[in-house]
């Protein structure tokens, strides 16, 4: 059996390593400091995603993301390792988008997609850490949803058979599909690049991308059809202007605060074994330790 | 996310030498394959691209998962269950890695699945992955027999086993055995002719390095009656067919990852590869050759992890109020550690370089005929593939065992533990100059390059090239070495008729000759990029006094004494 998979995958800043310049004066996040990354449980989804097609020859697996044009870069790491094509869904009026008007906007994107089989998606993005966008995408596509997946045990006969790490143990559901699945960190990492892949597939652009190469990249890339990544517009998938962006996000910042952690109250002890107990009585107390 | 490929720009210093325009051009046959080929390069700078990706997932793989591993599967090991091997766990993640990201058969051609490479990178990637754990290069190294089955093998054996290898299937080669160790004349095994034109194989081998691999290369006697090497054909055992089964692995000192096997062949079916006789002579001394280079960049791969942890741990551990980096005594250490690395992966690219491009004559002549100017540039490249071989090797196994001493030594009381990676190198390390021809072995096959001048040749060709005033003292410093070098020869060429002498003082010639090399490529190195000068100057002192020790001791040594040392 064939399936076409659609994983849903964001371009991060690496908030796991921030340093001081992490953070602009304003308190809005300096992306120029930060590299920009593949959020790393998307990157969980889409191993789940290529043990399916692994498992069902002739399946199809297409990264979804929305986000500036460069996020064409993500869906070139998701081809070195092993998916198929990808969709950057970019626009002006997108900008600004809480996850209420990210689900619409994807939502809308999927459905354009139309003939898929099951959704993958990490469980939240390490930059905004909500993970609200999978579900509310399977709300507004009908679809049923299973969150914290660690496993896709079996797919078969319409339904799919998930492992659901919860914090208490593990739990195994059966969803029919099409279904929307979102993976959690301690499922298995993602593959490496593969060699092959990369050298074929490292001049693969999007329609914007394209526009800045030379000439007779141009040619070559248009003489190799598999190279064309795909862009979609906002107007491209119908969606409704009022319900994205900024306009569409009930979702306001109210306040940012900076908060900076110093050491206030440094302390020496004597090398003894009652200072010792002392200091560990008082953490035990205070529940830094214990 | 660890990438022990972009963490050291060491390596793309020595990727992007100018040698490698002529390389890859060979290899690339000027870049017709891109038609054939989606993956194959379009020109020399998408083709260097290409090998800068590639090295860069090695880089990650091995920064991220094979070094993460090497601690368990050193301690884990491998086991034996009704005569197959269970690899540890560590080990089936790291070929697993490897096999996704396809890099099984990186030097075979793309017809077969592989990607092409020429040494130079391939040898690269060795580096990288020994760096992060030395055990597992010799399972992901033995791609290398694939070599010596593309050379020597028909076109079905090609088309029906390198798939395979590319694919990710592992090989190994199966040529020692308990009264056959360096002398591999003496191999017993014996090939019985079927006549199907199958053989069947029956007797032992021991020390079989992934003995229970998926495809394997055996030397064995085909010609009844014989005892020489021109009595032995090299057979391709597939284990699909059964027949081979382990007996039992060795308890190793190092390298633990890497099974040890012994072997029992029953009946079992194989085919010949190449011409018979031709076994030993000719496909094995490939063979050798290929896993010598091999042995060389895992050499210098374990001189690498070294450097590294000694230098993290000087900056870290403190003493007397400040971290023992600050020390002139540790200092030192370091720096020659960093020296030996240096100078020994100079020599180890040099030498992948010169085996490239005479690889790639090969192979083209395998398609049409050479030009005479072609076939000439192949026979040179050769000869220089054929000295810098042994030397290489010989020399940076030395090296890695003494910067795995040095490494503990910085260490100090800690590094004598378990709880430092040092610890585990250093019971690595000491395989390097052992396995694929012991040291001494290697001063057998490089003497003759001191006698003929292949290596004097070479060190007037480096010294003909232009430095900058500021190294100028290193250059004239490597030309008194060379002065002394020449004298020595000359001393020992001088005494006629005596194999015992001159076999007696070989090591130190061969040391010297590649003292100066070694001095002569760093020098080059530092002339090109400032971030080889220190190593430049202090491995220049260094070899200075190397030189002047061997050049002391063979001008004060007479034939006479050589019966002091046959007591």
């Known amino acids: 059996m064939s399936l076409n998979i659609i994983v849903l995958a964001k371009q991060v800043p690496d908030t796991r390593n921030v340093g001081k310049d992490a953070m602009k004066e304003d308190g809005t996040i300096n992306r120029a400091a930060l590299p920009a990354i593949f959020n790393p449980e998307d990157l969980n989804a889409l191993e789940q995603a290529l043990r399916l097609k692994d498992a069902n020859p002739g399946s199809k697996v297409t990264l979804l993301t929305m986000g500036l044009p460069r996020a064409s870069e993500i869906i070139r790491e998701a081809i070195y390792r092993g998916a198929d094509t990808g969709i950057v869904l970019t626009d002006r009026v997108l900008g600004g988008a809480d996850t209420l008007a990210t689900s619409y906007s994807l939502a809308q994107a999927v459905k354009k997609f139309g003939n898929y089989d099951i959704i993958l998606g990490g469980r939240q993005a390490i930059d905004g850490d ?18 914290y997946a660690e496993e896709i045990v079996e797919l078969k006969d319409g339904y799919v058979v998930v492992k659901r790490r919860l914090e208490a143990g593990v739990e195994t559901v059966k969803a029919p599909l099409p279904c929307v699945v979102t993976v959690n960190g301690s499922a298995p990492e993602c593959r490496p690049r593969n060699a092959q892949r990369i050298m074929k597939y490292k001049y693969a652009v999007s329609p914007s991308e394209k526009e800045k190469l030379s000439d007779d990249k141009k040619v ?17 998938v119908e969606a409704d202007p009022e319900q994205v962006g900024l306009a569409g996000s009930p979702t306001k910042v109210k306040a940012i605060e900076n908060v900076v952690f110093t050491a206030k109250e440094s302390r020496c002890l004597e090398n003894n074994d009652e200072q010792l107990e002392e200091l560990i009585q008082e953490l035990i107390a205070n529940h830094t330790i214990g | 996310m660890a990438n022990f490929y972009t963490d050291n720009p ?39 691209d290409n090998y800068d990706k590639v090295l860069e997932i090695v880089g990650d793989i091995c920064g991220n998962i094979i070094a993460e591993n090497a601690e368990d599967v050193d301690h884990q090991g491998p086991r034996v269950e009704n005569g197959r091997v269970i690899y540890a766990d560590g080990t089936k993640e790291n070929l697993e890695a490897c096999r996704k990201a396809g890099l099984m058969g990186m030097a075979m051609p793309r017809r077969f699945g592989g990607l092409n490479f020429p040494i130079t990178p391939y ?53 020692t055995e308990p009264d056959a160790g360096s002398d591999l004349q003496s191999v017993m095994l014996k090939a019985t002719p079927q006549e199907d034109g199958t053989w069947l194989l029956n007797g032992v081998k021991r020390f079989i390095t992934n003995g229970d691999s998926d495809i394997h290369l055996v030397l064995a006697r085909s010609e009844e009656g014989t005892k020489d090497g021109r009595g032995l054909s090299m057979f391709i055992y597939d284990k699909r067919q059964g027949g081979v089964n382990v007996r039992r692995i060795e308890n190793k000192m190092g390298i633990k990852g890497s099974p040890t096997c012994e072997l029992t062949y029953k009946n079992a079916k194989a085919e010949l590869c190449g011409s018979r006789r031709l076994g030993l002579i000719k496909y094995v001394m490939a063979l050798m050759n290929g896993a010598r280079l091999g042995i060389a960049a895992q050499s210098v791969g374990i001189s690498e992890i070294c450097y590294r942890e000694a230098l993290a741990y000087a900056k870290d551990r403190r003493q007397f109020g400040k971290a023992i980096i600050e020390f002139p005594a540790v200092q030192e250490l370091i720096a020659v550690i960093k020296a030996k690395l240096d100078a020994s992966r100079s020599l ?22 050479l030009t005479p100017e072609e076939r000439q540039e192949m026979k040179l490249y050769s000869k220089l593939a054929d000295a810098c071989t042994p030397m290489a090797k010989g020399m940076s196994s030395e090296y890695c065992n003494q910067n795995a001493y040095d490494c503990i030594q910085v ?34 096959a490089a003497i003759r390059h001191v006698t003929t001048g292949t290596y004097l040749s070479l060190i007037n060709d480096y010294n003909a090239q232009e430095v900058s005033a500021t190294l100028q003292p290193l250059k004239d410093n490597l030309v008194a070495m060379t002065a002394k070098y020449a004298e020595a020869v000359e001393k020992v060429l001088s005494v006629k008729d005596n194999q015992a002498y001159t076999d007696f003082l070989s090591r130190r010639l061969v040391e010297m000759a590649g003292n100066i090399m070694m001095g002569y490529l760093l020098l080059l190195d530092a002339n090109k990029n400032e971030s080889f000068v220190a190593s430049a100057n202090v491995y220049n002192k260094m070899a200075q006094a190397e030189v002047v020790k061997h050049a002391d001791f063979i001008a004060n040594f007479t034939p006479e004494q050589l019966s002091f040392y046959n007591a």
Request: charged share 30%.
């Open chain 1, 130 to 147: 909500t993970a609200q966008v999978g579900p509310q995408i399977a709300e507004k596509l009908g679809l049923p949803q299973v969150t």
């Open chain 1, 220 to 236: 070559f890339v248009e003489s190799r059809p598999y190279l064309a990544l795909e862009e979609w517009s906002a107007a491209y």
């Open chain 2, 348 to 369: 180890l690219y040099e030498t992948a370089r010169f085996v490239d491009v005479y690889k790639a004559y090969e192979d083209i002549a395998k398609e049409r005929s």
């Open chain 2, 10 to 48: 060491d390596l793309k210093h020595h990727l992007s030498h100018p040698l490698m325009q002529k390389i890859v051009e060979l290899k690339e046959r000027n870049y017709t394959e891109a038609e054939k080929f989606d993956y194959a390069p379009l020109d020399f700078e998408d083709a260097m």
């Open chain 2, 123 to 175: 040898i690269m990637a060795a580096d990288i992955v020994s760096r992060a754990d030395a055990g597992f290069e010799n399972l992901w190294g033995l791609q290398d027999c694939a070599e010596t089955l593309y050379e020597f093998g028909d076109e079905d054996q090609k088309q029906r086993f390198l798939t395979r290898v590319c694919a990710g299937e592992t090989m190994s080669m199966d040529l």
């Open chain 2, 411 to 444: 260490h100090g009381g800690s590094g004598f533990m378990k709880d430092y990676a040092c610890e585990r190198v250093y019971r690595d390390a000491r395989i390097t100059s052992i396995y694929e021809g012991t040291t001494q072995l290697q001063v057998v």
